[in-house]
């Protein structure tokens, strides 16, 4: 090894914790787009790959029933593969000592044969045997969650009568990865589950034996899906069909999809600002670096090594500490990809997590950070080669300082000398000064955005389910019912209030956009469900007109005033005009509202509704339970309040994780910015606070002067950090602004004080242990130097 | 100078202190707040329900014969005495002393039906004015507040089934009349047609009214006593409401009954007149069984209000089960439940204080408040577990 | 200000002061047993060549250092026995010192550098009169980097006497100024040690800086040599180099 190499090494271990930190952060900042990626990639892998096995279809088609010969037409469309017919139903589920409603989504499978499409994955016991026409499948999720096993028995409550089953096994289908009951946002395993069943069983329940009312076709590659669907769609029009669509609006696909966008962004931005403070640090050690080292460059190159032999030198320092990092974050960020992929797939039930971690993405991650970091401290190590020898060779001109703002304004009286001393040196170096302020405020910003999301999804929850609904439970039944409905269900015995519901599935068509919705039925001066407007004030439905979510109207580019066109996709299936009256602020899910009676005159099918919100007695809850489950024109019950109990755990489980990563690397950051910056400023100041130290100044009252820069520099970044914390918030907020939800970006006031205390906690970590090197301020040596 | 140094220390650390205890100082929770006050409470029960014509009449053929087209249409006026149908006898057959014996009978059988439903009659007018002076006499003891109210609603019932009766007998005794003459035409008939060789017999209605229905247009054959049209008087209607039969139980005659939604604008006062006594089984719209009772109910708005309205139309009654007009009253959403119990978030000093409530009768927005809670107190409404005792709170205002 | 000066009173007394430096396999001995008396208001100049131990010598008299034997009384304290906080109160309360290189705070100006120092002691004078004595009344809000090296070292006198130290230690006050400059700051030193009648001790390489002592202490190799007695003082202004 040259001797260079060795002064390398030496220098290296000279500046070890400084280099340390910022190793950290750089190892943070590849840790997290190392585990992003790695999450992201193995995610996508494992679900195309479960698609590909369990046969996920590619076209998905419902309808109110076509006899089973249809189902050969549609097999004859070109480019069509496989087609399944099968017959699907909700229905209810009695679980012996469980109260709460459930509700199930069944499907039939054949018993025969294996499915062309939709193949289900088993993970303990059998699919439904051929001679045993009782048996079923159920959902995994639901069956875990619910203590369920193979040959246990279960009562499926469907077309109004009650059949107990045996379950012959638990397992999952690629078409249910996302596990969304019907009028729900959210998963809830608890309260849904999905159940397959032989199709002569189900058929016969339903009336439907040699007929279908859904089918789901699989597409040979190359085919134009538009053109199937819009052939499917012809075929199946006269039977009643809902109008076909392709993986992009399946819901369950839909949602996963999101997810993994969601990661995706995460994987972009977080690294990028660790990355951006690193280099920031690495620019300012570096040149310091370059600085105390002025002489010795002066020599070597007065001893002829080149300007570029002087430059590769102290690049090779900084590509050290980088690759440290990189290192570092790389194994961090694999052994977390694996953790946070094998949460997501327990999360949404995949049956297997096949790990991912590329090497080009790897290396892409880990080349990126090198490249920003040899970048960043270009400028120093380019000032280090280019030095003239003689120059170098010149004692450094004392700094030139001057009265500080302050002190002109008048407050000069108000501080001391040593507040004096330390005014005068930040104004003096306004860029060093402002990057440590804003390096500290982004781990500040980091900190809070932990914080904010947690309160934002707590003020979705508030705003959705206490200020939109207040019902208890939610009723929809499978037919839509006149008004004894309601008087029935008000005299169910501990039912206080009851507001009907009415909701048809539309297109909805501007120009040249559409989007498939629900057009719902509102009741003006409604207790239970309200619409809100974007100040969250309860807004009464007009009497005519359509009423659409903000989002739904910004996609779909109409304002209150224009018109747009309403299809309807069952029933009387005619296409109107209506005027939009107003626009509506919800943050779940999107749709279309239409004040009650105005909506049935539109569908001209009478006075019908499709479903009832209820106020319920909280002590007669277990008897209305029962009383709807007993009655077979109930199809779905879903109550509230559980459901969004369940919701604030899974959604709060992930908040913590990410607030604590978010919690950990901000705290990363300012512990690195703040100790390269404590240890730069007594590097440079060594001399003054020795001379101090000789003046008879004590060992406390220099590290106040020294620690007090530091003070002015965090709590300076700390308004700015509420500043960026909200900021960076809002940013991410955009891009998750989906029509499946939107999170509104709101602080509570808790969530300042939390980041302040954990940057000032952090800094002062990173003071002390900066501070102690002040005891080792030698204090003779200082007399007798120049500088 | 030091002085002014340490004060500016402690100054900062003083804004400091103040703006972290703010920042974690617990945010008041923003809620919707509504007034206990006083006014009225009216437990209901509602049920959807259907005019009928109170007295309605089928005009049968009286003998077998051709019966000729029937040129009346649903919801055409008839008078008494007029023509419906014009029955042509089938062309042979034989006379024989049997028959004519018969139409003799039925003749005779008539007129005594016609007696009783005359004697009927005088019973049912002589129950109707002692029911109806009655019900005078409670109702000005009542306006001095010296009978229960119940007493009165009592004298109302059964001085409107009085009359009731009494028309029904009316009604009865005019029918019985008009059986008698179509009798003795019929008879006449029997023993005329021999004398000529066709006759017609024409059936005439008994009653004045409009046509309800039609049991047959075209001319055809016809049988005796098959139905030909039903007459009804449609500006006498009552109102039927198949109850639950646990609410049937609740009800009693005279209560006032509000009737709403039946197309015209305003509401239409009625009190029930009669509980039958036997109920029926019907499949909700849910589809389980429940029992039925059918409750009789009498128009008392006068029939300018309520002219429009026909046989079978629909309505909805609206049972009057209690009514305060004057409560302690507050929305029934601000209520939930505390052991058996219930109970309120009352706003003190803008602060959530639970407070055990006592509940009387439950109307369909309020609920009677027996204690608990005094007139002007704020209250939450839709309360939720973000608030706990003590917790303050703010509301848009 | 003359104050009552007891000339027969020493202010320092080193007995047997010896100190040893281990560089790895090198052995270097600074001071080899040093024996000194300081008293009041006395000028001692240090002289002797480089690596003859002055410098480490001053250095524990100000209780920067500590000796590897022998010891040091100021008054009726043993320094050499006291710890690191106790040396701090002796350097606070009782000691000026003046640098070769000045050593100002390069953020603070004149004034603000004398200050920092008479606001942790008992009864200084004020800045700005400290700042008078030594002649630069009109240079108080100047910086460092605004004043000539010679103004500098008078800041750094000024500071080191404004708490009225009752010892004023300069290890080669001039050694960075030339001979005009250096007289200058001289006569500033001699101005104080009249009017404080501080005891002061100069390090010095020049031999002509000795002659304005009351007594010269040469050393060499660590041990002194000789200590000479100048019967007259010269002024400064008189000295050339």
Request: hydrophobic share 50%; with cysteine; aromatic share 6%.
């Amino acid at each position: 090894m040259t001797a260079l190499d060795k002064k390398l090494l030496r220098d290296l271990w000279d500046i070890r914790s400084q280099a340390l930190a910022i190793a950290l952060v750089i190892a943070s900042g590849v840790a997290t787009s190392v585990m992003s990626l790695t999450a992201l990639d193995s995610l996508r892998v494992s679900r195309d790959t479960y698609y590909r096995e369990n046969r996920f279809p590619d076209v998905f088609a419902s309808l109110q029933r076509a006899p089973s010969s249809v189902a050969r037409r549609l097999a004859e469309i070109p480019g069509v593969d496989h087609v399944e017919a099968r017959v699907v139903s909700p229905a209810k589920i009695e679980l012996s000592g469980y109260e709460e409603p459930i509700i199930a989504a069944l499907v039939s499978v054949p018993v025969d044969r294996l499915p062309g499409v939709d193949r289900l994955f088993i993970r303990r016991g059998r699919p439904v045997d051929v001679g045993r026409l009782d048996q079923i499948v159920v959902s995994d999720a639901f069956a875990g969650i619910h203590g369920l096993s193979p040959g246990d028995r279960l009562g499926i409550i469907v077309n109004g009568r009650r059949r107990m089953l045996t379950i012959s096994g638990v397992g999952a289908s690629p078409e249910h990865i996302y596990q969304i009951a019907p009028g729900s946002v959210f998963p809830d395993f608890e309260a849904f589950a999905i159940v397959w069943m032989a199709r002569e069983t189900l058929a016969a329940a339903l009336d439907l034996e040699g007929s279908f009312n859904d089918v789901a076709l699989a597409v040979r590659p190359g085919a134009s899906v538009a053109e199937i669907l819009a052939q499917v769609d012809e075929i199946l029009a006269p039977y009643g069909g809902l109008g076909a669509y392709d993986r992009g609006n399946q819901l369950s696909h839909r949602y996963l999809s999101e997810e993994l966008r969601q990661l995706r962004q995460m994987a972009t931005m977080f690294p990028a600002i660790f990355l951006a403070v690193a280099t920031f640090l690495l620019n300012v050690v570096a040149n310091r670096l370059v600085g105390t080292q002025k002489e010795q460059i002066a020599v070597l190159k007065a001893f002829g090594y080149s300007t570029g032999a002087i430059g590769w030198h102290y690049l090779k320092i900084v590509l050290a500490i980088a690759v440290l990092g990189i290192l570092a974050g790389t194994a961090l960020g694999a052994q977390l990809g694996k953790e946070l992929g094998e949460l997501y797939m327990r999360f949404y039930k995949l049956p297997y997590l096949v790990l991912v971690i590329s090497g080009p993405m790897v290396l892409t991650a880990g080349g990126l950070s090198a490249l920003a970091v040899a970048l960043g401290t270009a400028m120093a190590v380019r000032r280090a080669a280019l030095m003239a020898p003689a120059e170098a060779m010149r004692p450094e001109p004392p700094a030139r300082y001057r009265t500080t703002v302050l002190e002109r304004l008048g407050f000069g009286a108000w501080l001391s000398p040593a507040s004096r001393m330390i005014a005068r040196d930040l104004e003096r170096r306004p860029a060093k000064t402002a990057l440590s302020i804003v390096g500290v405020a982004l781990a500040g910003g980091i900190l809070m955005m932990g914080t904010i999301f947690d309160d934002s999804f707590a003020a979705l929850v508030e705003i959705e389910f206490r200020l939109a609904q207040r019902d208890d439970i939610a009723v929809t039944f499978v037919e839509p019912r006149g008004i004894e409905v309601l008087s029935e269900l008000r005299h169910l015995p501990g039912v206080l209030r009851v507001e009907p519901l009415r909701a048809v599935p539309v297109r909805l068509r501007a120009g040249h956009r559409s989007y498939r919705t629900q057009l719902e039925g509102v009741n003006p001066a409604a207790e239970l469900r309200r619409l809100l407007d974007h100040r969250h004030r309860p807004l009464d439905p007009p009497a005519t007109g359509v009423m659409l979510d903000d989002f739904l109207g910004g996609y779909l580019g109409v304002r209150p005033g224009d018109t747009i066109t309403v299809e309807e996709l069952t029933g009387r299936r005619r296409t109107r005009t209506v005027a939009v009256a107003a626009l509506v602020r919800r943050y779940l899910g999107v749709g279309a509202y239409m004040e009650i009676s105005a909506l049935n005159r539109h569908l001209g099918e009478g006075i019908v509704f499709s479903g009832a919100a209820l106020a319920v007695d909280a002590r007669e809850k277990d008897a209305v339970y029962a009383a709807l489950r007993s009655r077979p024109g109930v199809a779905g019950v879903v109550v509230r309040d559980a459901a969004v109990a369940r919701v604030r755990e899974t959604m709060g489980n992930n908040m913590i994780v990410f607030a604590i990563f978010a919690s950990l690397f901000a705290a990363t950051i300012a512990f690195g910015v703040v100790y390269n910056y404590a240890r730069i400023s007594l590097a440079e100041r060594s001399r003054e606070l020795a001379s101090l130290r000789v003046l008879g100044f004590t060992r406390r009252e220099i590290s106040a002067i020294l620690l007090g820069e530091l003070g002015v520099v965090v709590l300076a970044a700390i308004p700015l950090a509420l500043v960026i914390g909200r900021a960076l918030c809002a940013v991410m907020m955009v891009g998750l602004q989906t029509d499946i939800v939107r999170i509104p970006v709101v602080v509570d006031r808790d969530s300042y004080a939390y980041a302040t205390a954990i940057i000032l906690a952090s800094t002062a970590l990173s003071a002390l242990v900066a501070r102690r090197r002040l005891h080792e301020l030698d204090l003779i040596g200082v007399l007798k130097t120049r500088e | 100078m030091k002085k002014k140094r340490r004060i500016a220390r402690w100054i900062a650390l003083a804004v400091l202190a103040a703006g972290v205890g703010y920042s974690f100082y617990p945010q008041a929770v923003t809620i919707e707040v509504v007034r206990v006050d006083r006014g009225a409470v009216r437990s209901a029960l509602e049920e959807a329900g259907r005019t009928r014509v109170r007295n309605r009449h089928v005009v049968t053929a009286p003998v077998a014969g051709t019966a000729g087209r029937i040129a009346l249409e649903v919801g055409d006026t008839v008078v008494a005495g007029q023509t419906i149908v014009t029955l042509t006898p089938p062309m042979a057959l034989p006379l024989d002393a049997r028959q004519t014996e018969e139409a003799g009978a039925r003749v005779a059988a008539a007129r005594a039906a016609l007696a009783v439903a005359g004697e009927e009659l005088a019973a049912s007018v002589v129950a109707a004015e002692l029911a109806a002076a009655q019900r005078a006499r409670l109702e000005a003891l009542a306006a001095h507040e010296q009978v229960a109210a119940e007493a009165v609603q009592t004298a109302v019932g059964a001085a409107l089934q009085g009359a009731a009766r009494q028309r029904a007998a009316a009604f009865a005794v005019e029918v019985a009349r008009q059986e008698v003459a179509a009798a003795e035409a019929a008879a006449r008939w029997s023993s005329e047609r021999v004398r000529r060789n066709t006759t017609v017999l024409e059936v005439r209605s008994p009653v004045a009214g409009r046509v309800l229905a039609r049991f047959r247009q075209s001319a055809a054959p016809i049988q005796a006593g098959e139905p030909l049209v039903e007459i009804g008087d449609t500006a006498d209607l009552e109102v039927v409401v198949d109850l639950l039969s646990a609410d049937a139980v609740v009800v009693f005659p005279g209560m006032p009954v509000r009737l709403l939604r039946w197309g015209g604008g305003e509401v239409l006062d009625a009190r029930v007149r009669l509980i039958e006594p036997a109920g029926h089984t019907r499949l909700s719209a849910l589809g389980v069984e429940e029992q039925r009772v059918p409750v009789v109910l009498d128009f008392t708005s006068p029939l300018s209000q309520y002219e429009r309205l026909g046989d079978s139309f629909r309505v909805e009654a609206n049972f009057t089960l209690w009514e305060g007009p004057d409560v302690l009253r507050v929305t029934d959403s601000a209520l939930f439940r505390r052991g058996d119990g219930w109970a309120a978030f009352v706003v003190e000093e803008g602060r959530a204080r639970a407070r055990a409530v006592g509940v009387g009768h439950r109307g369909e927005r309020f609920v009677e408040i027996l204690d608990g809670l005094r007139e002007g107190e704020l209250v939450i409404v839709h309360p939720d577990d973000r608030i706990a005792e003590g917790a303050r709170v703010t509301w848009a205002p | 200000m003359p104050v009552t000066l007891h000339p027969s009173v020493a202010v320092f007394r080193i007995a047997g002061l010896t100190k040893r430096y281990d560089m790895g396999e090198v052995v270097v001995y600074a001071l080899r047993g040093i024996d000194l008396e300081v008293f009041e208001g006395e000028i001692v100049v240090l002289l002797g060549p480089s690596g003859s131990g002055k410098s480490t010598l001053l250095n524990i008299v100000g209780g920067l250092d500590t000796p590897t034997s022998g010891a040091v009384w100021y008054r009726d304290w043993e320094l050499t026995r006291a710890g690191d906080s106790e040396l701090t109160e002796y350097r606070r309360r009782h000691v000026g010192f003046v640098f070769q290189f000045y050593n100002l705070i390069p953020s603070l100006t004149a004034r603000e550098n004398v200050a920092i120092v008479t606001e942790i002691a008992d009864a200084p004078m004020a800045a700005e009169d400290a700042l008078e004595l030594v002649g630069l009344k009109d240079r108080l809000d100047h910086f460092p980097s605004q004043l000539s090296g010679g103004q500098q070292q008078r800041v750094a006198i000024a500071r080191a006497v404004a708490k009225r130290p009752a010892v004023l230690l300069c290890d080669e006050p001039t050694g960075a100024l030339d001979s005009a400059t250096g007289i200058v700051v001289l006569e500033a030193l001699a101005k104080v040690n009249r009017e404080l009648g501080t005891a002061t001790i100069i390090i010095t390489h020049n031999a002509d800086i000795a002659a304005m002592a009351d007594r010269v202490v040469l050393l060499s190799d660590g041990i002194i040599h000789e200590i000479r007695r100048n019967e007259t003082k010269k002024a400064a202004r008189d000295l050339h180099w």
